[in-house]
């Protein structure tokens, strides 16, 4: 009786709320792309960096792995104080959230490259630019991706958190759901949130695997 009254509430959220919840998609969708789009920014020429530079390379790893350990909540309260509220200190939040992973990745897949191919490359005569973009980055793409993966899924989910701020986004309908014991809400934002997930991670996953074809 009570999944028939969960499912009946669920059902009459939809028809009498639906451009709310689409509004509330669109806000989390949006927020975690700027986010992700920012994080690859940084992310991605960071690691290459990294990887040229060994020593610069064994600080950003160290300063990733701790950058991972900070909950985005905490990051939120210092920003606050700071940047106010709103959808600025969100992003910077999610962004310090999805640049680790990039840069870790990023570093791995180059470190992956096999030398006995970048010999090969040099000893045909590639200079550093031909190397960088026929050999490097086509080899380290799909780790590169890897790393976009892990840091768009930890953001989607992080996002949720935005709410607190006033970023607006899913993470709206699971924080009322819990103010005002509305189960519908609950399983609406929060199963809405899981679902991006998975649909993330699976076309991420279509796209390593496409990546890695072409460059296997």
């Known amino acids: 009786m009570g999944g028939n009254c969960l499912l009946y509430q669920m059902i009459e959220y939809f028809q009498t709320d639906s451009s709310e919840f689409i509004g509330y998609l669109i806000q989390h969708i949006k927020l975690s792309l700027i986010a992700l789009i920012i994080a690859i920014c940084i992310g991605i020429p960071l690691g290459y960096i990294s990887y040229r530079n060994k020593k610069l390379g064994e600080v950003l790893t160290t300063s ?11 990051v939120l309260f210092i920003l606050i104080p700071i940047i106010g509220v709103g959808e600025l200190p969100a992003l910077i939040a999610l962004t310090f959230l999805a640049i680790p992973p990039i840069i870790m990745n990023t570093i791995l897949g180059f470190n992956e490259i096999p030398a006995i191919t970048l010999e090969v490359a040099r000893g045909i005569g590639m200079n ?12 380290a793409a799909p780790y590169i991706l890897n790393g976009i993966k892990l840091a768009l899924v930890e953001i989607i989910a992080s996002a949720t958190l935005a709410t607190y701020i006033g970023a607006g986004g899913l993470g709206t309908l699971i924080f009322t759901g819990l103010g005002l014991y509305r189960m519908d809400l609950l399983v609406i934002g929060g199963g809405t949130v899981a679902v991006l997930s998975l649909l993330s991670m699976a076309l991420m996953d279509l796209l390593i695997e496409k990546v890695g ?3 296997g």
């Open 128 to 139: 550093q630019k031909q190397l960088r973009n026929r050999i490097e980055f086509p080899l």
């Open 64 to 74: 990733s792995q701790l950058l991972r350990i900070i909950p985005s909540l905490a």
């Open 213 to 215: 074809e072409n460059h």
